[in-house]
């Protein structure tokens, strides 16, 4: 991989994480670094899913890639913030 790719990836998965974390209801308490961190995972594993599928490469947007990120993002979201112990 490239680094214009590594680039994109981050900054995909930066998109990908915070829409991820708009999904999940209520405030979330972790950190920006993991949101990043689990959206460009979630970037890598759905573009593969998607793939799978036959359905990374459409005309247009792809809707249905964005879609499986997104959902893999919100649920990694919402796993670590459930591990996240509470302030009080």
């Known amino acids: 991989m490239e680094i214009s790719g590594i680039i994109s990836a981050i900054i995909i998965g930066i998109v990908i994480g915070v829409l991820g974390r708009l999904v999940v209801p209520g405030r979330q308490h ?10 460009i995972v979630a970037a890598f594993i759905g573009a ?3 793939a799978g599928l036959d359905v990374q ?4 947007v ?10 893999l993002a919100a649920i990694g979201i919402a796993a670590l913030d459930r591990r996240t112990p509470r302030r009080r």
């Open 48 to 50: 593969a899913i998607a």
């Open 30 to 39: 972790i950190g920006v670094i993991w949101t990043i961190l689990i959206g």
């Open 57 to 60: 490469d459409t005309n247009g």
């Open 62 to 71: 792809d809707w249905i890639e964005w879609l499986i990120q997104i959902g």
